[in-house]
Nanobody
Framework: VQLQASGGGLVQAGEALRLSCATS????????IGWFRQVPGEEREFVAG???????VYADSVKDRFTISRDNAKNTVFLQMNSLKPEDTAVYYC???????????????????WGRGTLVTVSS
């Protein structure tokens, strides 16, 4: 499966962005999709995940501000990011696990398909 993240950009603190993760492949509806982010020199950090049952998990740092959703008809997962903060600045990646029983959705090692990232910059 191939993934392509898009929707990043430069915004001011308090504003919103919506990221999209477009996928190809027939197993999208059974897959878990996760969003991660990475700042240069730091480890990749979990942001949000959604499985085929539409169960969702969020990092504590984004809970109540970010919303992950999926549109199976479009093979796309979205990440709505509201009330953005400068500390949300990072390259955001989406990843897929074709196993329908992803254990935690939080661990990058559970995902075996990664797309190129999209840069989100939040100015203060």
């Amino acid at each position: 499966v191939q993934l392509q993240a898009s929707g990043g950009g430069l915004v001011q603190a308090g504003e919103a962005l919506r990221l999209s993760c477009a996928t190809s492949g027939r197993r999208f509806t059974q897959s878990t999709i996760g969003w991660f982010r990475q700042v240069p020199g730091e480890e990749r950090e979990f942001v949000a995940g959604i499985n085929w049952r539409r169960s969702v998990v969020y990092a504590d740092s984004v809970k109540d501000r970010f919303t992950i959703s999926r549109d199976n008809a479009k093979n796309t997962v979205f990440l709505q990011m509201n009330s953005l903060k400068p500390e949300d600045t990072a390259v955001y990646y989406c990843a897929a696990d074709l196993n329908p029983n992803t254990p935690t959705m939080r661990d990058p090692s559970e995902y075996d398909n990664w797309g190129r990232g999209t840069l989100v910059t939040v100015s203060s």
